[in-house]
């Protein structure tokens, strides 16, 4: 039983590491950009729920939708200020600015809204489902069941709709993409406005577990390698990675000696960088000479 | 202008390629060595710590510049060269085998994190030395016995001959000489066929391998000679802090690293200097501007980082050449006045093409 | 000195569900140059591909050079034991300068190791110099004296295919291997490109393998051509016979 219980944290932690993979598989497939400053957006987007349910007053669900309309719209800025100008960089300089954006949203976080944690005010909270001897967590629930409603929006937003298609062109060929009319610049923005508003959700979603903190981005570094894990750049693999990495991270807290659930995540990515570089849904091939 | 006439291929090979460079660099020498006599005791261990940084930064640049592979945790190789440097000290070797055998031991750790990063590219091998970082970090908390885990442990004086090296002239010097050596061993590093085949790995693997290099012991090696310097500078920042702790080598210390080295210029060890320059005395420029800027933002914790970041964003979108990039255009300013073209230097953009396959 | 340099047999390759190779088996004369020639997709580059080990044999076939069979040895290898190639799309090394690029070429000829290049000793400064003076006799061959200290990144295209065949050329290779090298040349660099290949062929004492398009360059420097067509080989022979060879005509022109 304890195990069920622990499979279901495993299973809804996974899911947040998966959301904040998504955005990186996001950004990636649509710019191949790495964007190493995921985890705090995530963070921003979870303050900026605070600032709006916390201290504003608004309902939940009000909170939520502004917050995530105010990444939308920070991701465009940064989009435009630091990316724009990288197009055509090479990718470890679009790795470090990144990660340089990272820091400086961090330390802006800690200078607007101080360094203690806080808690979001949530209908959600302390509630418990029972079935039989286990108990869900209403937060592990929407976890879960969010995470499942967000993937099947994008699976159908790439597939049907005509920016979705742009998008997968101008990741794979930027210039035909220009010459072919898509308006590539604004697609990028649109990009960013996409990814940084599954931040905000992931980072509204995983705020009842870890509470909100500037350090909280921290997180992204384990997503990171679970979107290496399921092979960067598939949905389906950012996804099936997080719930591996979520999932064998609680199994090895029980099993396994101290110091090694911190670790299984990095572990778990090094065996897979050993036996399948790829990745589990690999999208890499050698390049055609 | 200086206009060189090569008049024998020995002449190509020479570390400096005319008089002038010698006669200015000796200039430096001369002014690096008298330094001690017009500087204090605190800015003599800032210059230690600018030195030590670029041992590191010679060992990072061979991999990221040279190589092409991003190394995320560059900081466990000066882990793991602190503490085994500390270690051989306490079993009572001399500093200078000490010194050595840490470095050897780093370079091994170096050449079997490069093993698997044949398989790896770009963005995989940047996490898998991240991952790499973790797990050190974690492996110096739990093996107490020669870590001291969290408590830490103190480093020994450096002594030599009977000798301490621990005043900060003579831990100047120290520095100072074995950076000296490391430029050294890095340059005849990349005037000779290995330096080359490392620059090849980076631009064209597939027309490497056609040229008979040998791409995962290319690699390898890269890590190995990245790693044994770095270590080096390990064993020399352990006598620098004085005690190690696990607190000391994280995410951050490899990222000021990586810092420095963009900062300072990609591709060249020029780069290296100037960008040690920069992080060893930005702390003390942040610490002075923090009493000026109004207390929100001068007293957040991460104010360090955050300006870190800030710098880094800032010279990749406006600077990418770097301090020695923009060293390099302001003489050939001076050299072309009053004809310098900006275009000169303009970096060419490449359109993504994915090498993504579904 | 006749003989067979090269022997390919039974060659096979599929993409997925693209068959790009198919039973293709050929033999190259030590001292001749040997085109392969096709219309787009007929796999003449792929050929070249499995002949530099950048892709594996599928099946039984085999490739046997100078009497030794290499189907299975790594990429790297087929440098050391004479074989050059050049790219369809240059694959050069862009950041470094011409000469840098050339003295990549010499690699194979190494005889230092790391240690003593770290120290560098007398022994590494006489290889340095040797390494220089080979790369001067191929600059000189291809005249590319202005270009030598010029970063590959500025470079034209002409020169830079120029400087492609210069860094195989500079491995001394018994074998070389030429993927289109008049593609994107203008006329005037066409008509060059037939006398160098000569150069190369005669004064260097390369045997070549040469995938072409250009017809008049192909009949003016190959001695003998095989013409392919969706994978597999359509007729090998002399340049006359091949152009005015049936099938090879109906490949071309369609029916």
């Known amino acids: 039983m304890e195990l069920l219980q622990l499979l279901i944290s495993g299973l809804s932690q996974g899911c947040v590491y998966g959301l904040i993979a998504l955005g990186f598989v996001l950004i990636y497939k649509a710019t191949e950009m790495v964007n190493f400053a995921q985890g705090d957006l995530m963070m921003l987007g979870a303050f900026l729920a605070y600032s709006f349910i916390n201290l504003a007053g608004m309902p939940f669900g009000w909170g939520l939708l502004c917050a995530i309309a105010a990444m939308a719209s920070l991701g465009v800025l940064l989009e435009r200020i630091v990316l724009r100008p990288m197009i055509g960089e090479p990718p470890f300089a679009v790795l470090m600015i990144t990660i340089g954006l990272g820091f400086v949203l961090r330390a802006g976080a800690g200078a607007v809204w101080g360094n203690e944690p806080r808690s979001i005010i949530s209908p959600l909270a302390g509630g418990v489902v029972r079935l039989g001897e286990l108990s869900i967590g209403y937060e592990n629930l929407a976890i879960i069941g969010g995470t499942a409603l967000l993937c099947l929006a994008l699976f159908g937003f790439f597939r049907f709709t005509r920016l979705g298609i742009a998008m997968q062109a101008a990741s794979q060929n930027q210039l035909a993409a220009f010459y072919c009319g898509i308006p590539v610049k604004r697609v990028f923005s649109i990009v960013w406005a996409m990814s940084a508003a599954i931040a905000a959700v992931a980072g509204v979603l995983l705020a009842p577990i870890t509470l909100v903190d500037p350090m909280m981005g921290f997180v992204g570094i384990k997503a990171f390698a679970a979107a290496i894990v399921g092979g960067f750049g598939s949905f389906k693999g950012a996804m099936a990675g997080g719930l591996l990495i979520g999932v064998v991270e609680q199994l090895a807290g029980l099993y396994l000696p101290t110091g090694f659930s911190d670790t299984s995540a990095y572990l778990i990515l090094l065996l897979m960088l050993f036996a399948r570089p790829e990745g589990l849904f690999a999208t890499m091939q050698r390049k055609k000479v | 202008m200086h206009f060189l006439f090569k008049t024998s291929y020995r002449q190509d090979t020479r570390l400096f390629r005319h008089n002038g460079q010698r006669f200015w660099y000796g200039l430096l020498l001369a002014g690096v060595l008298l330094v001690p006599f017009a500087v204090g005791d605190f800015y003599l261990g800032e210059l230690a710590l600018v030195f030590i940084y670029a041992i590191a930064g010679i060992g990072l640049m061979l991999l990221v510049g040279y190589t092409g592979m991003v190394s995320l945790g560059h900081a466990a190789f000066l882990a793991i060269g602190a503490y085994a440097h500390t270690w051989f000290l306490q079993l009572g070797w001399p500093l200078p085998l000490a010194l050595f055998k840490a470095t050897v031991i780093t370079a091994l750790v170096g050449a079997v994190v490069g093993l698997p990063a044949m398989r790896m590219t770009g963005i995989y091998l940047a996490i898998a030395t991240l991952a790499f970082a973790v797990i050190v970090e974690q492996v110096i908390v739990h093996w107490e016995s020669v870590t001291g885990g969290f408590r830490g442990i103190g480093v020994p004086e450096p002594m030599l001959f009977g000798a301490d090296l621990g005043t900060p002239v003579a831990f100047y010097f120290l520095c100072l000489a074995l950076l000296l050596l490391c430029l050294l061993l890095a340059l005849n590093i990349l005037r000779s066929p290995t330096g080359r085949a490392m620059t090849a790995v980076r631009d064209s693997e597939i027309s490497a391998q056609s040229m008979g290099i040998h791409l995962a012991r290319t690699k390898s090696l890269s890590f190995a000679l990245s790693a044994g310097f770095t270590g080096l500078a390990g064993g020399l920042l352990a006598h620098q802090l004085g005690y190690l702790a696990p607190e000391a080598f994280t995410l951050l210390l490899s990222i000021q690293l990586l810092l420095m080295v963009v900062v300072g210029g990609l591709g060249s060890l020029h780069g290296v200097v100037f960008g040690a320059l920069f992080i060893g005395l930005l702390p003390q420029v942040i610490a002075m501007a923090r009493d000026l800027l109004p207390p929100a933002i001068g007293h957040t914790p991460g104010l360090e980082p955050g300006i870190f970041g800030l710098i880094l964003i800032l010279f990749l979108i406006y600077e990418p050449l770097g301090l020695y990039g923009r060293w390099l255009k302001i003489r050939q300013y001076f050299a072309l006045f009053p004809l310098y073209r900006k275009s000169t230097f303009r970096r060419q953009k490449h359109f993504l093409r994915t090498e993504r396959m579904r | ?255």
């Open chain 3, 1 to 255: 000195m006749t003989g067979v340099l090269l022997s390919a047999q039974n060659l096979n390759l599929s993409f997925g569900g693209v068959q790009a190779v198919r039973e293709v088996s050929f033999e190259v004369r030590r001292g001749e140059v040997f085109s392969i020639i096709g219309p787009n997709g007929a796999g003449k580059t792929t050929v070249l591909n499995l002949l530099s080990r950048l892709y594996d044999v599928e099946g039984g076939g085999r490739l046997v050079f100078d009497g030794e069979d290499i189907t299975r040895i790594a990429p790297h290898d087929v440098a050391r034991r004479g074989i050059a190639r050049t790219f369809q799309n240059t694959e050069l090394f862009e950041h470094e300068t011409v000469l840098k690029n050339l003295l990549i070429g010499r690699h194979v000829h190494r005889r230092t190791h790391v240690l003593s290049e770290m120290l560098f000793t007398p022994a590494v400064a006489r290889q340095e110099v040797a390494f220089r003076r080979i790369a001067e006799d191929v600059i000189d061959l291809l005249d590319l004296q202005h270009y030598r200290n010029q970063v590959i990144g500025r470079l034209p295209y002409g020169v830079r295919k120029l400087v492609e065949v210069a860094r195989a050329l500079c491995l001394q290779p018994s074998l070389l291997l030429l993927d289109e090298p008049s593609s994107g040349l203008n006329p005037e660099e066409t008509e060059d490109a037939a006398f160098w290949i000569e150069d190369i062929n005669q004064d260097f004492g390369a045997t070549i393998i040469m995938v072409e398009h250009n017809m008049h360059l192909i009949s003016v420097a190959s001695n003998r051509v095989m013409a392919m067509a969706d994978g597999a080989v359509l007729a090998l022979g002399n340049p006359a016979a091949i152009q005015s060879h049936p099938e090879v005509v109906r490949a071309y022109l369609g029916d």
